[in-house]
């Protein structure tokens, strides 16, 4: 019986003589971290303050320097310990020296782990030594800003040291996987590559076919946080290096677990394939699969791509796909092109009876994934997407800068409604997939995430995009917007952010001449955030063209910012907001906004239809074009417009000219009539609205041309 002392024997003469032999490899390291990141620093002296932006980078693990050093050298290392390995004569020699294949095994990885880390120890040394530069006294009131000077603590120079070392074992560990499965040193060199890049491909390939075939896949955000947490040569740069305790805890054991099967993979090698392109067998049939799924994963979405989008096309290029990159493979691995024996159909067979179990089951959704909803207890929270509830400008309040989700909506009210709107998308999949390829009627994208408790805690999330006219009147939506936790969240000024810089009026995309002091915009916002709170469902999700458009600048005063950020949103105020509209009458602004309407003097109603011609289905086939300038007519066209068209194919629209607008965006900034009058504005009626029954057949309309 093997003691468990044999498992970790390792040689320190020959550690000792590895590092005599290859101790060029940390002295360039260290050479290419210092210059990278120590020498800027020295450089600087006592203004080191300037290059903080730098600094923050490197010890954010987002230097790319020291990324690709993280990359070279533990390849560079584990090629030079492991080269024997592919050199028949080398091989033989290594193994019959009086060491066993463990204890070679350890001796060679503990050595490249020294000679990869020592560079990445040294530096971090250094950062120690030097200590924190010296601080301007701008850098007190600005460490609580957009550079935290804290950076530089010992705790924080610790973290990043612990931070690039975990890195660089990782890297290293692959590299010298890559050496133990592969013959040669190119196959080697190609191998750490593709191993660095596996799991996030594979992960990304799977998430393009349930994208495709399971309704509500979160394709984007799930895909990217996946592949984000799969390799920590992309989650530590995203994260700032700070991935979260159990994500290094994962690579820790992750790395453990790769240690123990090369190991074992060095004491089976076949060392008669030294010079071979792989050492396993097996590997040639993980590496012919590998291949045949990019192959057939590249060509059957460029099949759909390319013929239309069908779903035979899709299958075609499935086959063909696997067919051309699977025999392929075959001929590379083997070398030779006499690869149709009894052994390479049943591979290929094999494969093919793999994927097309786990396409039936997307297709028929038999691991209950569009089906699933979370059992209610376990939720803690959830979170949607803010711009999915209203597609009138400014009904949500975020910033420019993002459109991140709501989170934390935990009101049990709130969490039962989005869970029944969860339950009537399930119920309805079968008129709602496919929305998102229907270009011409207008839909909104939901983006759900619910927070379930756990041990470490996790998320269910999902993603669909549904007709307009699916969610407008929805009553669960109705309970979640009147609900007070969603007014809550959905204010102009927080506590972070209470005192408004400047508010703005815009009307038609054209800036007003208003400036409301600090006193009226605080009455103002204030009144507009009442209405904000009174507003139905109904009123919320209406479409109608504000009366002006609000664009605020908020700065937060509070935390003693040197520099503080500013916060822009821009909202909305519809005519039904009552208190609004009372306090701009009441304070002389009402008439100025009047005058932008009363200076439209006509208007143009164009009645678009498509798709009568096949051949050319977005060239309006037709049109009927009216023009009416009562101004009674005028200023109800202007009032009960909408902001945006629900059917692209036959739609009615609104075309004016907007005085002042034209400077800024240009005469024909929307287009031109027949008789070359520019328009540079237009608002639209959709089904319903009653302004289109009131303007059919009014007299007060004068037909025009129509043009085909």
């Not at 990278?36 to 002296?45: E, W």
């Not at 075939?213 to 989650?235: H, K, R």
């Not at 299958?315 to 696997?322: E, H, K, P, Q, R």
């Not at 209610?376 to 949500?396: D, T």
Request: with cysteine; net charge negative.
């Amino acid at each position: 019986m093997i003691s468990t002392t044999s498992y970790f024997s390792i040689s320190v003469p020959l550690i000792r003589e590895n590092l005599r032999r290859f101790w060029v490899i940390p002295v360039f390291g260290f050479l290419a971290y210092f210059f990278t990141g120590v020498f800027p620093l020295l450089m600087a002296g006592e203004d080191s303050y300037s290059i903080r932006s730098y600094l923050q980078t490197t010890l954010d693990l987002r230097n790319p320097g020291f990324l690709i050093y993280a990359c070279l050298f533990p390849l560079i290392a584990s090629a030079m310990l492991f080269r024997y390995l592919h050199a028949p004569g080398s091989v033989s020699v290594m193994h019959a020296l009086p060491f066993t294949r463990r204890s070679l095994f350890n001796s060679h990885y503990l050595s490249g782990l020294i000679l990869a880390g020592l560079p990445v120890l040294a530096t971090g040394v250094l950062f120690l030594c030097i200590g924190a530069p010296p601080l301007p006294p701008e850098a007190v009131a600005d460490s609580a800003s957009g550079y935290p000077w804290e950076l530089f603590s010992p705790l924080h120079m610790l973290h990043w040291l612990g931070m690039s070392l975990l890195l660089v074992i990782f890297l290293y560990t692959l590299c010298v996987l890559s050496a133990i499965v592969t013959g040669n040193m190119p196959m080697h060199l190609i191998c750490s590559a593709l191993l660095n890049a596996l799991l996030p491909a594979l992960f990304f390939i799977g998430a393009a076919y349930c994208d495709r075939q399971l309704f509500g896949f979160p394709t984007l955000g799930l895909a990217l946080s996946g592949i984000v947490n799969l390799s920590p040569l992309i989650s530590f740069p995203v994260s700032a290096g700070q991935p979260g305790a159990p994500a290094v805890v994962a690579y820790i054991l992750v790395i453990l677990v790769l240690y123990a099967v090369t190991m074992l993979l060095y004491t089976k090698k076949p060392l008669e394939r030294a010079g071979d392109s792989l050492s396993f067998r097996f590997m040639d049939v993980i590496v012919c699969y590998f291949i045949a799924l990019l192959g057939m994963t590249a060509l059957a979405f460029y099949f759909e791509d390319a013929m239309g989008g069908g779903t035979v096309s899709f299958y075609i290029g499935l086959a063909v796909g696997t067919l051309i990159a699977f025999f392929l493979a075959r001929i590379i691995i083997k070398r030779t092109v006499r690869v149709w024996g009894r052994e390479t159909w049943i591979q290929l067979g094999a494969y093919a009876l793999a994927v097309a179990l786990f396409l039936t089951g997307l297709q028929f959704d038999l691991f209950g994934y569009e089906r699933r909803i979370p059992v209610a207890e376990r939720v803690q929270s959830f979170s949607i997407n803010p711009n999915m509830l209203s597609l009138s400008n400014g009904k949500i309040v975020y910033d420019y800068w993002s459109s991140a989700g709501y989170a934390g909506f935990q009101d049990p009210v709130n969490l039962r409604a989005i869970m029944a709107f969860h339950q009537r998308i399930t119920e309805n999949k079968a008129s709602l997939r496919g929305a998102d390829n229907d270009g011409d009627i207008r839909t909104n994208e939901l983006q759900l995430r619910y927070t379930l408790s756990g041990v470490i805690g996790t998320s269910m999330n999902r993603e669909w995009t549904l007709p307009w006219s699916f969610t407008r009147g929805d009553e669960s939506l109705k309970t979640l917007v009147e609900s007070a936790e969603f007014k809550e969240l959905n204010r102009i000024l927080t506590p972070e952010y209470p005192e408004p810089e400047s508010v703005k009026f815009s009307q038609y995309g054209v800036m007003l001449d208003v400036n409301l002091s600090l006193a009226e915009r605080r009455a103002f916002l204030a009144c507009v955030e009442k209405d904000m709170r009174l507003e139905t469902y109904a009123q919320f999700t209406d479409l109608a063209n504000p009366l002006l458009m609000l664009d605020i600048t908020l700065v937060d005063k509070l935390a003693g910012r040197a520099d503080p950020r500013n916060r822009y949103v821009s909202v909305s105020v519809p005519r039904h907001y009552a208190n609004s509209v009372a306090w701009l009458q009441e304070n002389g602004y009402y008439e100025q906004i009047l005058q932008q309407d009363e200076s439209i003097s006509s208007v143009t109603l164009v009645h678009y239809v498509y798709g009568e011609d096949p051949y050319n289905p977005y060239i309006a086939s037709s049109t009927e074009r009216y023009s009416f300038d009562d101004p009674a007519l005028v200023r109800a066209a202007l009032a009960q417009g909408e902001s945006t068209f629900l059917n692209y194919r036959d739609r009615w629209e609104l075309q004016f000219t907007v005085p002042g607008l034209s400077d800024s965006r240009g005469d024909s900034y929307y287009g031109a009539d027949e008789d070359g009058s520019y328009f540079n504005y237009a608002l639209y009626l959709n089904e319903g609205n009653p302004l289109l029954a009131q303007l059919e057949g009014n007299p007060l309309l004068e037909r025009l041309p129509d043009s085909q």
